[in-house]
Structure formats: C-alpha cells, structure tokens
C-alpha cells in the first residue's frame, strides 16, 4: 500500500502507480462502507475544491460536489464562461491565484489539442492538487470508478477477463477520446485482456496505444485491436461500447460526421451481447445515445451495470481528494 499522496496532483491515468491506485480503490471502498453505515467521515473539514467547468456535466459535477460535502468541505462550482478567462485570465493567473484561495483545483477542459495542456500549465503554477475531471486526453476519475465497478462485478483477480473497449456509434456530438483512452491505459495494469475495437478512422492517439502495449507486456496482460464489433464482443466478461469522434483523423465537423455516418451499423443491441460470456457486464460511462449506441433494452437490461458504475465516481473521487488534499 502506498499512501503517501498527499498534494498530488491527478491529471492523467498513470500519475498514480499501479500500488498507489490499489490504495485508492481500498480508500474508497472504506469510504461506500462508511457512507452506507452513516459514520461520519469528515477527513476534509474547513477544505475548499474549485470546480472549473468549460463543458457541462451531470455525474462529474454532481459526485464531486456531494463528495467535498460528505468529506466536510465545501466545493465551489465555477463555470469558465461566468470568469474573466475569456477576457485574459491566464492558465498560470488561475493556478497562482486559486491555489491560494482554494485546497485543491479540479478542471473539465476537453478542448483538442488544449485540455491537457491547459491542466498541466494550472498545475505548474498552483501550490494545490489538480484534479482532472476530463480532457482531450484522459478521464482519470470515470476509469477509477470503472476498475471500481469491475472489481464488484468480477472479483480482484481479473487476469484472463477479457474487456471490450469499443467504439459506438451516435449522431449527438463528436464526443472526446479521454475514456477509451483511460481505460486502454489503466486496464492493461490491472489483469484483463483489452481489446479495443473501432472502425479503421477512429484510432485513438498512437502515444497512448504505445503505452498500452507497453503495460500489457509489463503486466503480462493482452491488448489488441480489432476493426469489428461483433468479432469482439464474442466470448467477452466485461463490454464497454461507447461513442468517439475521428478527432485524430480529422477535426474538420463535415468530414467527421460523414466518417460517424458510415457505421451506424456499431450499436450494442440484444443480438451482440449474445456474443458475450453469459455472465457478462455492459459498461457506459453516461450519457448515451439511447437507441443509437445501445438498445434501451441492454442499457436498462439484466447486463448492464451502469448505475453501480456511476455511483462509484463518487467513492472514487472522496477517496482521491482524502487522501491529495488532506
Ligand atoms: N461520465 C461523465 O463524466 O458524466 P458527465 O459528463 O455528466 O460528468
């Protein structure tokens, strides 16, 4: 166990060793015990959390804030465009100037090719924890809730479990990269055999596939890629369809939804979770495209898993801020 974390900041998946996540997921599970049993577990009292919006959120906003409170704090919601950041507040102005007035930073900037290094420049600058609660690269909290929910599900030892991270199609938006991307990284440390599956014009960012092979040689798990969903989803423990853009392709708006529109056929219906191992789970990290990327009948079937998944952000991310802002 590896509990020195104090002041860390968490703004991609592999910031935390594979030992210090492990401690993490210990934390929080004490922490679901705790809140289910009623006991008190104020271990952030008189801590202030900024939450720096520049996209909105239903589940990131709604667990950290519930989060700080449980934890005896207090979480202070800041939408960007209600700030003078559009009028020249810098990256190194609002890590300085917030990390005095605040314990801990946590920021949603997923613009591509910006998010990522928007977060790093706060962090350089601020005397406090930065918490990624998304960009264009990765989605660090939403993983640790997800490694969370599959250790529920399947039990610690995941080695041989076979995980589908696949793409899905959906009309509502070009939406970020940062979750499949999350979880080809930290599930190639934690056992199972990742196969990521995607139409040929939805790669995700060489770099970070690189650092997947690299864990799954590591860790001695699998990691593949395969360009078709039904060859994937055939004997699988654990599925997690979801939609992407071709940000990596092309950013042009035309050109990528033209690219979305040739694979309508990638839905996660009744038929392809019948490929899957009988005990299987359905994973999503919320919002879908009902009736695009998934059926309501898997969403809301006896597979999916995708309520105990979205709690779980919330002992997640407690047992993150315990233990950085402490
Ligand atoms: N899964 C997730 O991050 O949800 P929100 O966008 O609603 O925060």
Avoid at 265 to 277: G, P, Q, V
Wanted: aromatic share 10%; with cysteine; hydrophobic share 40%.
């Amino acid at each position: 166990m590896q509990t020195n974390l104090r002041g860390r900041d968490f703004i991609g998946d592999l910031d935390f060793s594979k030992e210090e996540v492990e401690t993490v997921l210990d934390v929080a599970w004490d922490l679901k015990r705790k809140r289910a049993l009623g006991e008190s577990h104020a271990y952030l009292r008189d801590k202030v959390l900024a939450m720096l919006f520049f996209f909105t959120s239903t589940r990131t906003r709604g667990s950290f804030e519930a989060g700080m409170a449980q934890l005896g704090g207090h979480a202070a919601f800041i939408d960007s465009e209600t700030t003078q950041i559009s009028h020249g507040d810098t990256a190194k102005e609002i890590g300085e100037i917030f990390g005095r007035y605040f314990d801990g930073i946590a920021i949603r900037q997923c613009d591509w090719q910006f998010g990522n290094q928007y977060e790093n420049e706060v962090a350089k600058a601020s005397r406090v924890p930065i918490l990624n609660m998304q960009c264009d690269i990765y989605h660090p909290f939403q993983c640790l809730a997800d490694l969370m929910t599959i250790i529920e599900k399947k039990g610690r030892d995941l080695r041989r479990k076979k995980m589908v991270v696949s793409w899905a199609y959906a009309a509502s938006y070009s939406k970020p990269i940062s979750v499949p991307q999350s979880l080809i990284l930290q599930m190639t440390r934690f056992g199972c055999d990742v196969v990521l599956a995607h139409p040929p014009e939805f790669k995700l960012m060489p770099e970070i596939v690189a650092q997947a092979e690299d864990n799954a040689r590591k860790f001695g798990t699998g990691f593949e890629i395969v360009h078709d969903m039904d060859e994937a989803f055939k004997d699988a423990d654990i599925v997690y369809p979801k939609s992407w853009g071709p940000l990596v392709t092309t950013t042009a708006k035309d050109e990528g939804k033209a690219l979305i529109e040739k694979y309508r056929s990638w839905i996660t219906d009744e038929r392809r979770m019948a490929l899957t191992k009988e005990d299987s789970i359905y994973m999503h990290c919320l919002p879908a495209d009902r009736g695009l990327e998934v059926t309501d009948g898997v969403i809301d079937g006896p597979h999916s898993v995708v309520y105990d998944e979205a709690e779980n952000r919330l002992h997640a991310q407690k047992a993150v801020m315990a233990l950085t802002m402490r």
